[in-house]
């Protein structure tokens, strides 16, 4: 996938965050009452095993993550995902891919800024390394290799210790040998929901 169109995507994709927050923010304070999340998310992934023709296919998945607040506003952020095909280009073909990332995560709003069922949007980066296995890893089977996945979320609190990830979008680097530029671009969407605890 050409990484410009998805640098547009999540460009796309942090501005209606933006915007739709914006929307619903109220000056009733929500206070900052969670300390951390456990969260439970689905993922589809958007890849491709070389540079040049796209041969593009897609894995699906989920991941859990577990995040820490420092300050009020950002927080300490560990993931493991894993995304599989049992067809890739063709039938048969088969890729697993398995993430261990870590990172920061930043609140967009203020907490002061929030009301208690205002959609609250994040940014985050995460790095980290993976392994790749199956027919369509090639020469890159078997092997460990860098990763950073670079986007943000979109949750929706429901109720105390509650919420739901709308969506989870991240430009996904990773650094398999290829046996061209040992370089993959990929789309990550998710959803999912988060368990939260409180500050108190």
Request: proline residues 4%; glycine residues 14%; charged residues 15%.
């Given at each position: 996938?050409?990484?410009k169109?998805?640098a547009l995507?999540?460009a796309?994709?942090?501005?209606?965050?933006t915007?739709?927050?914006?929307?619903q923010t109220?000056t009733q304070?929500f206070?900052?009452?969670y300390?951390?999340?456990?969260a439970?998310?689905?993922h589809?992934?958007?890849t491709?095993?070389?540079p040049?023709?796209c041969?593009?296919?897609?894995?699906?998945g989920?991941?859990?993550?577990?995040?820490v607040k420092?300050r009020?506003?950002?927080?300490a952020?560990?993931?493991?995902?894993t995304?599989?095909?049992?067809s890739g280009?063709?039938?048969?073909?088969t890729l697993r891919l398995?993430?261990f990332?870590?990172?920061a995560?930043?609140?967009?709003l203020k907490p002061?800024q929030?009301?208690?069922h205002?959609?609250?949007?994040?940014?985050?980066?995460?790095v980290?390394?993976?392994h790749?296995s199956?027919?369509?890893?090639?020469?890159?089977?078997?092997?460990?290799?860098?990763?950073?996945r670079v986007?943000?979320?979109?949750?929706?609190p429901?109720?105390?210790?509650?919420?739901?990830?709308l969506?989870?979008a991240?430009y996904?680097?990773?650094?398999?040998?290829n046996?061209?530029?040992?370089h993959?671009?990929?789309?990550l969407?998710?959803a999912?929901?988060a368990f939260?605890?409180?500050?108190?």
């Amino acid at each position: 996938m050409k990484m410009k169109s998805i640098a547009l995507a999540l460009a796309l994709f942090a501005g209606a965050a933006t915007g739709a927050v914006g929307q619903q923010t109220s000056t009733q304070a929500f206070p900052d009452s969670y300390r951390g999340d456990i969260a439970l998310t689905y993922h589809w992934l958007r890849t491709n095993t070389q540079p040049a023709d796209c041969g593009c296919f897609d894995l699906n998945g989920g991941g859990i993550s577990g995040s820490v607040k420092f300050r009020p506003r950002w927080s300490a952020v560990g993931e493991i995902s894993t995304e599989y095909t049992g067809s890739g280009p063709y039938p048969g073909q088969t890729l697993r891919l398995e993430s261990f990332l870590a990172g920061a995560r930043y609140q967009l709003l203020k907490p002061e800024q929030r009301h208690p069922h205002a959609l609250q949007p994040f940014a985050q980066v995460l790095v980290g390394g993976g392994h790749a296995s199956g027919l369509l890893a090639g020469a890159g089977a078997g092997t460990n290799a860098f990763i950073a996945r670079v986007g943000g979320g979109l949750d929706l609190p429901i109720r105390s210790g509650f919420a739901i990830r709308l969506l989870q979008a991240a430009y996904d680097v990773t650094t398999f040998a290829n046996g061209v530029n040992d370089h993959q671009n990929n789309l990550l969407l998710g959803a999912g929901v988060a368990f939260r605890w409180d500050r108190r």
